[in-house]
Nanobody
Framework: QVQLVESGGGLVQAGGSLRLSCAAS??????MGWFRQAPGKEREFVAG????????DYADSVKGRFTISRDNAKNVVFLQMASLKPEDTAIYYC????????????????WGQGTQVTVSS
């Protein structure tokens, strides 16, 4: 059974840092990504990474502040978030694909349940 389980969310002050983790199980995922959804807004792409970890993709809003990485041996993907802003407040979702379809911003087959990140001003 495929599972994606996020952890690491919480409450942090603006300017602070958090590291999200997503533990995957059930199969191998070539592409893994992070998305987020703020209250009253659509879900949006945050970051994506391929199997080798080279050339990750980031949304402009997080570029230079967030870093996506993965540990293939443990089947875990991370999102290191720094210089957090109140507008980063959202539920953060891990997503995964077993194959690469070109890019990291398209359709994902598997999703986690999400973890809440709240940034206070």
């Amino acid at each position: 059974q495929v599972q994606l389980v996020e952890s690491g969310g919480g409450l942090v002050q603006a300017g602070g840092s958090l590291r999200l983790s997503c533990a995957a199980s059930g199969r191998t995922f070539i592409v893994m990504g992070w998305f987020r959804q703020a209250p009253g807004k659509e879900r949006e792409f945050v970051a994506g990474i391929g199997w080798t970890g080279s050339n990750p993709d980031y949304a402009d809003s997080v570029k230079g502040r967030f870093t996506i990485s993965r540990d293939n041996a443990k089947n875990v993907v991370f999102l290191q978030m720094a210089s957090l802003k109140p507008e980063d407040t959202a539920i953060y979702y891990c997503a995964a694909n077993p194959i690469y379809r070109g890019g990291f911003r398209g359709r994902y087959d598997y999703w986690g349940q999400g973890t809440q990140v709240t940034v206070s001003s």
